[in-house]
């Protein structure tokens, strides 16, 4: 079974603390991706990274950084958290391959809440 | 417009019924197609893929008309267990997904 996990479930920070949000996979999965999902607004992409090293901006990058050092872990980072920014984080990785359906595995999800 | 479009739900079943849910996608290039659910509070699960052909699993059957750049989900006999919302997914390329809303799904006693 393809496992992802988030590093917290709950996360409160204060305007203005940086946040770091980390995911691991451990399906040896090629992308990753972050995503918020807030109600009435579906799931919106933040970055994704298909490659260590690599990422790209999705819908909505405003305001989020991310890192891939190494392939099973995707950090996203709030460089100066707003209230704006609370919101269920998700992410997902998925198998680059050919004949792949690009099918997407979540994590659990961190309810960020910034005050 | 919205790249995927879903009927707004909500949707309120007896046991036992039939109910379709609908899917538009706008991007013509789009190249696969799924259907998650998502649980009260939990991460989307896929519920199955969606090809050309029309695939069944069980009570669900799921259709693709390309050409209309039209989704469908059919589920037969609903369950209390299918109280869920459902989210039509379009992959664009290198897996990048574009989510519908969802459809939120009441399966009542």
């Known amino acids: 079974d393809v496992k992802v996990t988030q590093s917290s479930r709950y996360l409160v920070k204060r305007t203005g603390e940086k946040v770091f949000l980390e995911c691991v996979q451990d399906m040896d999965h090629e992308n990753m991706f972050w995503y918020r999902q807030d109600p009435g607004l579906g799931l919106r992409l933040i970055y994704f990274s298909y490659d260590v090293k690599m990422k790209e901006k999705g819908d909505i990058p405003e305001g989020y950084s991310v890192s891939r050092e190494k392939k099973e872990r995707f950090s996203l980072i709030l460089e100066s958290a707003s209230t704006n920014q609370t919101s269920m984080y998700l992410c997902?990785?998925?198998?680059?391959?050919?004949?792949?359906?690009?099918?997407?595995?979540f994590g659990p999800g961190t309810r960020l809440t910034v005050t | 417009r919205k790249e995927v479009e879903q009927d707004p739900g909500p949707f309120n079943v007896p046991e036992g019924a039939t109910v379709a849910f609908n899917c538009t996608y706008s991007n013509s290039a789009s190249q696969s197609f799924f259907w998650y659910r998502q649980d009260c509070r939990k991460e989307p699960k896929l519920l199955m893929s969606?090809?050309?052909s029309g695939n069944e699993d069980g009570r669900f059957t799921a259709q693709l008309n390309r050409a209309s750049q039209y989704i469908s989900l059919l589920i037969r006999d609903s369950k209390l267990s299918d109280s869920a919302t459902y989210l039509c997914v379009v992959n664009r390329n290198a897996g990048k997904s574009t989510f519908g809303d969802g459809t939120t799904l009441t399966v009542k006693p």
């Open positions: 969606v090809y050309s």
């Open positions: 997902a990785s998925s198998l680059t391959a050919s004949g792949s359906s690009y099918e997407q595995y």
